[in-house]
Nanobody
């Protein structure tokens, strides 16, 4: 059974940084399409960063230049480095992988940016 587990959320002041990690377990091979989503209070879940198995990345405009997605295929992990955090980045962050039309989700980790 494939499981995704996020870690690294927490509280930080504006301008601060956090590093989120996602570990994929239950399989030996990687999931090619991986991404980070977030859901702010009262808003829909949105894709903010994506990465392919070969390392191609894509970002939502509001996080470009501040967030960096990366992966370690040997360890089956995906990381989201978040810099210059702002209050509007406050949300639950989810790791997701998709393969052959099947989506896998973690339970999410809360990121709070407060003044």
């Amino acid at each position: 059974q494939v499981q995704l587990a996020e870690s690294g959320g927490g509280s930080v002041q504006p301008g601060g940084s956090l590093r989120l990690s996602c570990t994929v377990s239950g399989r030996d091979s990687i999931i090619d399409a991986m991404g980070w989503y977030r859901q702010a209070p009262g808003k829909e879940r949105e894709l903010i960063a994506a990465i392919t198995g070969s390392g191609l990345t894509n970002y939502e405009n509001s996080v470009k230049g501040r967030f960096t997605i990366s992966r370690d295929n040997a360890k089956n992990t995906v990381t989201l480095q978040m810099n210059s955090l702002q209050p509007e980045d406050t949300a639950v962050y989810y790791c997701s992988g998709e393969e052959y039309g099947v989506a896998y989700w973690g339970k999410g980790t809360l990121v709070t940016v407060f003044s």
